[in-house]
T-cell receptor, first 116, second 111 residues
């Protein structure tokens, strides 16, 4: 069974440019999460999809970040325009089960984003 | 106050010894507790989950949970060089699947 897949693994962009990160969750997992780790800090929650619906987006830093989950399958996270402080590692995770159940989440390898 | 605290610095243990990692959390409503292992440049890998007070053992790993003290720990018995990694403590509430992570503890097992 394939795990959570993220693309690209690394991205270096200039301030002001746009970057789109992609996540393919484990097949059949309704829950999909985005997290981010900024250098020296802990991994922080960004948002949570249940199928194609945003369940919780309270961790999104600002409106430069836009997440979508087309048809409840893969998800994209777009940063537009990117700022220096957006640099970090963006993790995607997925889990089975629906809302109300605390289930074990499986993580992708992350996308390392560097904004210069 | 951070949601999840892992205060210890890098932990060096001799091969075969026990590595002990501690984690405290601030949200008394937390119901699910996880330990992830992360090798450098790799994805966090779930190694233990615990939901009830007490101990839970899985192979060489034992997780301990004390909700009254808001404390969860991980013991690694018979440490191996392959256990050298960063260990992340994460907690969540029932009905809210978002995970709150600690900064992690680096473990170095010395052959």
């Amino acid at each position: 069974e394939a795990g959570v897949t993220q693309f690209p693994s690394h991205s270096v962009i200039e301030k002001g440019q746009t970057v789109t990160l992609r996540c393919d969750p484990i097949s059949g997992h309704d829950n999909l999460y985005w997290y981010r780790r900024v250098m020296g800090k802990e991994i922080k929650f960004l948002l949570h999809f249940v199928k194609e619906s945003k369940q919780d987006e309270s961790g999104m830093p600002n409106n430069r970040f836009l997440a979508e989950r087309t048809g409840g399958t893969y998800s994209t996270l777009k940063v537009q325009p990117a700022e220096l402080e957006d640099s970090g590692v963006y993790f995607c995770a997925s889990s089975q089960g629906g809302r109300g159940a605390s289930t074990e989440a499986f993580f992708g390898q992350g996308t390392r984003l560097t904004v210069v | 106050q951070k949601e999840v605290e892992q205060n210890s610095g890098p932990l060096s243990v001799p091969e075969g010894a026990i590595a002990s990692l501690n984690c405290t959390y601030s949200d008394r409503g937390s119901q699910s507790f996880f330990w992830y292992r992360q090798y450098s440049g790799k994805s966090p890998e779930l190694i233990m989950s615990i939901y009830s007070n007490g101990d839970k053992e899985d192979g060489r790993f034992t997780a301990q949970l004390n909700k009254a003290s808001q404390y969860v720990s991980l013991l690694i018995r018979d440490s191996q060089p392959s256990d050298s990694a960063t260990y992340l403590c994460a907690v969540s509430r029932w009905g809210n699947n978002r995970l709150a992570f600690g900064k992690g503890n680096q473990v170095v097992v010395i052959p």
